[in-house]
């Protein structure tokens, strides 16, 4: 495989103090897995069918062949992905697909073909971490952006497996923090054969927090398919809500949801029909949200009651899961949450191609390259105050044709900015002729 000498010169270095003293604490927690993961159920973060892959273990059985394991944390990694899976299936290489919550679970079973092997990525625990490795043995590891878990990866690199960390991101708020145990990150990432970092910034921080081997990409983001939806289902919302001027936040988080009630309240003087759709980055928020809205004043409805918007319906909730695609077609004006409070903003891409004029707050570092390039462009606009927000969605409410030229610009940048898979596929190209190598032999 590529960089087998530099990875066997890194492997004799010696680990900093910090992940020694790391290797050991999760050795010793072991016992208390259990509690661990029994208050974890409570809470609704784990599947209890399925907790045993959280201590290595599975019930599935491993394909023959090669197997490329792709791991992610959540949801916009586990999507990011999608397009990169596609293209490996295509060359007969099965996938093994890792990720840490309950809802990108679901999202894989419902938006990946069923031969995409789902697990949940097991505690970071030597015991737990081996007893993974030894049951999927797998060909190449890809991981996405940033999960960067130690025991997972010095068990990787131990047993020489191929591990590349692609659509690398290096938030402005992390790089200080790792910056000042430099030696615990650069032992990590320096573990990786290659990285493959989203932009020129965070290629620039990968080098200079010990990455070996850095390429910028671009952000693989950019290149997700617009997501689905049902279309019965969407025929039978527009129909409750025809006529009406909709507004969709999507992904809110707390602290946001307020800001958007009031604003509701100050934009019906103007559009008395209006209808605001909150959907929460996560549903469980939805009843406490509903909470809200009726102590303003105003009615709200929920979608996990299986309540429709009715006439009287001031505020909808979408606190369902994998319902984007379904709200992103119903009003081309959408509000991209985690980005009033200092989360960091939420991927625009998906909305914008499906014809949303986008706004946004001011914290959206997260995704700084692509939210420069749109308010840049007029492809979405930033309102960094309350007075701002209900400024700018009064606009787009009344004027169609702002609306449109935002959703030109917006598309012209998506445009501009993809190919992120095509150059993530030639970065990968040396592993994945391995492994067809491998494949070849198997099958000879």
């Keep these: 495989m590529p960089n087998s000498a530099a990875r066997n010169r890194t492997m004799a270095n010696s680990l900093p103090m910090t992940l020694r003293v790391y290797q050991h604490l999760a050795s010793g927690l072991v016992p208390l897995a259990p509690a661990?993961?029994?208050?974890?159920?409570?809470?609704?973060?784990?599947?209890?069918?399925?907790?045993?892959?959280?201590?290595g273990l599975s019930q599935d059985v491993r394909p023959h062949g090669p197997l490329v394991w792709i791991h992610g944390a959540s949801v916009g990694e586990v999507l990011a992905a999608a397009?990169?899976?596609?293209?490996?299936?295509?060359l007969n290489l099965r996938i093994l697909l890792t990720s840490g919550t309950v809802t990108s679970a679901a999202v894989v079973a419902k938006r990946f073909p069923p031969d995409v092997i789902h697990q949940y990525v097991p505690y970071d625990s030597p015991r737990y971490v081996a007893r993974f490795l030894d049951h999927w043995k797998p060909s190449l590891a890809l991981f996405i952006e940033s999960d960067l878990w130690p025991n997972l990866i010095l068990a990787g690199a131990a047993r020489r497996l191929p591990m590349v960390l692609i659509n690398g991101?290096?938030?402005?708020?992390?790089?200080?923090?790792?910056?000042?145990?430099?030696?615990?990150?650069?032992?990590?990432?320096?573990?990786?054969?290659?990285?493959?970092?989203?932009?020129?910034?965070?290629?620039?921080r990968f080098s200079a927090l010990g990455s070996r081997n850095v390429v910028t990409t671009g952000n693989l983001k950019l290149d997700v398919a617009a997501p689905p939806a049902d279309p019965v289902k969407l025929e039978r919302l527009m129909?409750?809500?025809?006529?009406?001027?909709?507004?969709?936040?999507?992904?809110?988080?707390p602290g946001e949801d307020e800001m958007l009630v009031a604003a509701h309240r100050s934009l019906a003087g103007f559009f008395p029909s209006l209808l605001t759709v909150i959907v929460p980055r996560h549903p469980d928020r939805g009843s406490s949200i509903a909470g809200l809205i009726?102590?303003?004043?105003?009615?709200?409805?929920?979608?996990?009651?299986?309540?429709?918007?009715?006439a009287a319906t001031d505020v909808y909730i979408a606190d369902?899961?994998?319902?984007?695609?379904?709200?992103?077609?119903?009003?081309?004006?959408?509000?991209?949450?985690?980005?009033?409070?200092?989360h960091g903003g939420q991927n625009p891409i998906e909305a914008i191609k499906l014809g949303a004029s986008v706004i946004h707050g001011p914290h959206v570092f997260n995704f700084t390259d692509v939210y420069e390039a749109l308010d840049g462009s007029g492809g979405a606009r930033q309102a960094d105050t309350q007075e701002a927000l209900v400024k700018q969605l009064g606009q787009l409410l009344a004027d169609p044709a702002v609306r449109e030229t935002m959703?030109?610009?917006?598309?012209?940048?998506v445009e501009r900015l993809g190919g992120a898979l095509d150059r993530?596929?030639?970065?990968?190209?040396?592993?994945?002729?391995?492994?067809?190598?491998e494949m070849g032999a198997a099958n000879a």
Excluded: N
């Design 320 to 342: 369902t899961m994998g319902e984007l695609g379904l709200f992103y077609r119903l009003s081309p004006i959408v509000f991209m949450g985690g980005s009033l409070i200092p």
């Design 424 to 437: 993530t596929i030639t970065a990968l190209e040396p592993y994945l002729l391995q492994l067809r190598i």
């Design 239 to 253: 129909s409750m809500t025809r006529g009406r001027p909709i507004i969709v936040a999507a992904s809110t988080h």
């Design 83 to 90: 397009a990169l899976i596609e293209r490996l299936r295509d």
């Design 294 to 310: 009726t102590a303003s004043g105003l009615k709200p409805a929920l979608r996990s009651r299986e309540e429709l918007p009715t």
């Design 169 to 204: 991101r290096m938030s402005p708020r992390s790089f200080p923090r790792w910056r000042r145990v430099q030696g615990t990150i650069s032992a990590l990432l320096s573990r990786f054969d290659i990285c493959l970092a989203q932009s020129k910034t965070d290629a620039e």
């Design 407 to 413: 959703h030109r610009a917006g598309h012209g940048v």
């Design 36 to 55: 661990l993961i029994k208050r974890r159920l409570k809470q609704g973060k784990e599947d209890p069918a399925r907790v045993g892959e959280r201590r």
